[in-house]
Structures are given as C-alpha cells and as structure tokens.
C-alpha cells in the first residue's frame, strides 16, 4: 500500500497535522503582530523614542514571517488562516490593550515571543518527524532570532537570567 503525498512529497495525512499547528502560529503571530503595532503606537515616557523604533522593527519582521508562514501552508496544498476571527480564535497570546509603560510594553513583547518560540518548537518537531526540511528550515532562523530578542529585552528590563 502506497501513501498518498502532496505536490511536493510529503505524506497527506501528516501534511494535514503540521498545517494545523502551522495556522495556529500564523494566528499567534497575527495577534504579536498587532500588540507590536499597538505597542508602537502607544508607548509613552522617557524610553519612547528608544522602545518606539524598536518594536517597529519589530513588527517589521513578524510581517515577513507572517508572509512567509502563510506562503510555507500554500506550498504544503492547504489554506491559511485568513480573517481576524480566525485569528482571535486561534491565538492563545493575549490582546494587549491600554499599555503605555516601558515595562509593561516591553513585557507584553516579550510574552509574545516566548510563546511564538514555543510554538515554532512544536512545529519543527511535527516538521522533522514527516521529514518536512523546508518548514525546518523557515522556522530555525526565526526561533533563533526570537531568542536572541527575548534575551535583550530581559537584560533591558533588568531581569536576571534563569
């Protein structure tokens, strides 16, 4: 008995599994995207200048990592989340509404990408076991740079390491 494959040769059924999981992180980074958007928005006091290029930056990169988690559904032949209301239903990050501090600014962030990092986790897991190397290899790099981040917005809220 043969297995069916998609258009690039991996296995349906284990498509179907690593595309769900990889709308849930398009969600959450809908709802990251929008709190750095927000954020930017509305920070206020002495670290405004500092703290207001920084999350453009950002949100500069979440949305290309959107494009690019939505463009990875397409090519594994399935559809990506596509409304407000998918993603509000299929994030579990937090709306952030009303912060204004540095601090609480900046924890928000970082909350955020903790829960990205975890969630791309779980994806290349999914994506290694269906020996998925062009999902692993889109997420690397972004785990990567959202580690980095979450540590250099710890050491800028002064929190010590773990």
């Known amino acids: 008995m043969t297995t069916a494959t998609n258009m690039i040769g991996l296995n349906e059924s284990g498509v179907n ?13 809908q709802i990251h995207y929008q709190n750095l958007r927000s954020v930017h928005w509305n920070i206020r006091g002495k670290d405004f200048f500092q703290l207001h290029v920084k999350f453009e930056e950002y949100y500069t990169e979440a949305q ?10 397409l090519t594994l032949g399935t559809v990506p989340l596509h409304t407000f209301q998918d993603y509000i239903d299929n994030s579990s990050i937090p709306v952030v509404k009303n912060v204004f501090d540095a601090e609480g600014t900046v924890n928000a962030v970082v909350d ?25 290899d889109l997420l690397t790099p972004m785990v990567s740079g959202q580690e980095k981040h979450v540590w250099m917005l710890n050491a800028w809220l002064g929190k010590p390491k773990k």
């Open 112 to 136: 955020g990408f903790q829960s990205l990092i975890k969630l791309e986790r779980e994806v290349v897991e999914v994506a290694g076991q269906m020996g998925d190397e062009g999902t692993i």
């Open 17 to 29: 599994q690593l595309t769900e999981k990889l709308n849930t992180l398009l969600a959450n980074y």
């Open 64 to 73: 290309v990592n959107i494009d690019e988690i939505a463009e990875r559904i």
